[in-house]
């Protein structure tokens, strides 16, 4: 059964977490990573929860990260998870080879903040003769709290809580390591 | 345009709500954020807005107001808008909005009763009307989440600029 859909713009969504990050990025009291995370993880649930109320309950834990893969990132990044590979216990990688969210960073600007600090970090890395794609990733760190709280918020609804970081070394691709936690 | 499913947008936008009450722990304070961020948010919606939207340059506030309602809200959040309550000088009119997207899903707990929850909308019709020369103040004059019938924005003309060319004819 399809739900009723109710569109509006995309750039409203872009221009909305554009606008958090800066707002943590610009102050003291509370910090970015842990407000940000806070504000996706509760959108990741939600949002988990309505997209599979009406279909059964996935059990496996391979069908979870199937629905996650497929369903869920195309309804939130318009387009399917490009490959998936795990290690059969409880790590998952999960690689998006043009990441929606990611796709209007540029690769040359430093974000706000941490600019400095990065240029000075980034130091010669092996197989990369672009001396700006480690800041890149340095940059694109700030905007990937939301996404990889969204994603570990629905796992977590989902039955399966984790932990989930970000590679975005390679933009405009993105990796995404999941690792479940055994329990 | 690049439409989404507005749930998520909704979501995101409550979700972001609860946080800055969590860490601001003042509703006024929380307002003016909202504001802020609206503002800054339509100081760069309106690049869109006049990229894509194809409407003639507006003739006056009226005007303006006109595509912000109609144009605009159906755009973006893809709803409308109705202007009225027009004072007798045509410099104050009010947005009301019959259907608001932000708002699916929300209720308001006991303690937010000052919370102005959608104020990010009249930072954003400032911040873009103030891109195309238009002064406004904007404020949240009724809301259903805080039982009044309807969603009103109330629209206040500061001041109205022509094109202004920073550049001189050197003959």
Known sequence: MERPRRTCAETCLELLSLQIVHYYAGQNQA???????????????QLAERCTWDRPRLVDQLDVMKFICKEFWIELFQKQVDNLRTNHRGTFVLKDANFRWLSKLSSDLPAPEK????????????????????????????????????IRGALTHLGLPCTVSADASALPACDFTINIRAG | METI??????????????????????????????????????VRLIDEFLAKSRTAACTDFRDSTEKVAKVGFRMFL?????????????????????DNPLTDFVELPEGCSKLKYCNVLCGVIRGALEMVNVQVECDFAKDTLRGDELNEIRLKLISEGTEAYPFKDDD
């Open chain 1, 31 to 45: 910090p970015l990573a842990a407000s940000t995370e806070a504000i996706g993880f509760r959108v990741g649930r």
């Open chain 1, 115 to 150: 600019a400095d600090a990065t240029e000075q970090n980034a130091g010669p890395v092996a197989n990369d003769s672009m001396p700006s794609r480690p800041a890149a990733n340095e940059a694109a760190q700030d905007y990937l709290h939301l996404p990889c709280a969204i």
């Open chain 2, 5 to 42: 499913n507005s749930e998520i947008f909704t979501l995101m936008y409550g979700s972001i709500v609860r946080q800055l009450i969590t860490d601001l722990e003042d509703i006024t304070e929380v307002n003016k954020q909202l504001d802020t961020m609206g503002y800054n948010i339509g």
């Open chain 2, 78 to 98: 893809n709803t409308t808008a109705n202007v009225t309550n027009w004072n007798p000088e045509g410099t104050e009119c009010s947005l009301v909005l019959e």
